[in-house]
């Protein structure tokens, strides 16, 4: 499929400058850029590729002045990056929707309803009492059991799992291997020394504009939901413990771990690596760094990191410290000798 200019600046809100007729079927890097690409310079140390670029097309800031001759048609708008990447989902979305089909292959429950739109492919299994919404598409070899409930423009990737009662929202993208649903880590001590399960009989709720990575796991609560709200977005390789609540738009990088009835504030940022304990509340608009181990509550628009994790100031302050350790110990070992002699 092609776009110009002009379509391709209606919907990112820009202005053509140069061809407004030049056409693009494909996107690239700007210093990869080929003829019929579509690219964008958003870092500046990728200026100079812009004078060689052969992409047709490339986004660039309104306030971008050149300083030599270029080939390419440029649009302006107020943020190429974000620009681009709206054109990226455009793109995915024309590129992989599927014609509306139900494969011979998969096992659709007699109780299970189908809305308008949805795409099933081979090997699929959807349980009894389930609902799926409008223009949903349920990938090859995903497991959905018993009244699921998922609303429309959902995407559910190849392999993963949804377990028993769960709840997804709409326009969620689950990906590869996800399990969301399985039995929380709940175990009782018993007299023998050994460990009795704590039957978990609660679901998993998610909220619209969901998104989550392959291989992230999300356990059912032991009662009521474990709950993940409108617009956050979940990494690769995450553990979402039982009875965990995330707030709307909180974003989680890859390898965190939250262990049970830890509830997690609105619009934070949580790197890579961290582990955060159980029954803690962590405010609204914190940023943790990754590597960071959270054993206790956070208020909101905190900035911290390390382990455990304090201000983030503080630690890179005290880094400077640490980094020097030896440095100070010979200082005091000589400033001791000195005192010794006199």
Same mark, same amino acid.
């Given at each position: 499929?092609?776009?110009?200019? #002009?379509? $391709? ?23 990869? /850029? #080929? ?5 964008? *310079? ?38 190429? %990056? ?16 599927? #014609? ?16 308008? /739109?949805?795409? =099933? ?22 497991? +959905?059991?018993?009244?699921?409930? !998922?609303?429309?423009?959902? $995407?559910?990737?190849? @392999?993963?799992? =949804?377990?028993?009662?769960?709840? =997804? ?5 689950? &990906? ?18 050994? %460990? ?16 989550? /990575? ?11 939901? #474990? ?11 995450? &553990? !979402? ?5 995330? /707030? ?6 890859? &390898?965190? @771990? !939250?262990? @049970? ?7 934070? &940022? +949580? ?10 509340? $962590? ?35 005290? %880094? ?8 100070? !110990?010979?200082? *005091?070992?000589? *400033?001791?000798?000195? *005192?010794?002699?006199?």
């Amino acid at each position: 499929m092609k776009f110009n200019a #002009t379509q $391709i600046a209606e919907l990112v809100s820009g202005t053509v400058d140069g061809d407004p007729k030049a056409e693009v079927s494909k996107l690239s890097k700007i210093e990869e /850029g #080929t003829k019929g690409s579509l690219s964008f *310079l958003a870092n500046p140390k990728y200026t100079p590729f812009l004078y060689s670029t052969a992409a047709t097309i490339t986004l660039v800031s309104d306030d971008f002045v050149a300083e030599k001759d270029y080939k390419t048609t440029l649009v302006r708008v107020a943020d190429p %990056y974000e620009a681009f990447s709206k054109l990226l989902n455009h793109y995915n979305k024309i590129k992989h929707v599927p #014609t509306p089909s139900v494969s011979e292959k998969a096992f659709v429950s007699e109780d299970a309803s189908c809305s308008d /739109g949805v795409s =099933i492919g081979d090997n699929a299994h959807i349980g009894a009492h389930t609902t799926i919404g409008k223009n949903c598409v349920i990938q090859p070899q995903v497991f +959905i059991g018993e009244n699921v409930t !998922i609303g429309d423009n959902t $995407i559910i990737h190849v @392999g993963a799992r =949804i377990i028993d009662d769960t709840v =997804i929202g709409s326009d969620c993208v689950i &990906q590869n291997n996800a399990v969301i649903g399985a039995d929380g880590f709940g175990w009782a001590p018993n007299e023998s020394g050994s %460990y009795d399960k704590v039957p978990q009989t609660g679901n998993v709720v998610l909220g619209n504009h969901v998104d989550i /990575g392959a291989n992230t796991t999300i356990d059912r609560a032991t009662l009521g939901s #474990t709950r993940i709200g409108d617009g956050v977005k979940l990494d690769n390789l995450i &553990q !979402i413990g039982h009875n965990v609540e995330i /707030g709307a738009h909180t974003v989680i990088a890859a &390898q965190t @771990g !939250i262990a @049970g009835s830890t509830k997690i504030g609105t619009h934070c &940022q +949580i790197g890579g690596q961290v582990g955060i304990s159980g029954h803690l509340t $962590i405010g609204n608009r914190v940023g943790i760094q990754a590597k960071s181990g959270i054993l206790k509550n956070i208020k909101d628009d905190s900035k911290i990191m390390g382990y455990p994790a304090f201000d983030y100031t503080a630690f890179n302050k005290s %880094y400077v410290h640490f980094r020097n350790l030896h440095t100070h !110990i010979t200082d *005091l070992q000589s *400033l001791k000798k000195k *005192l010794n002699h006199d």
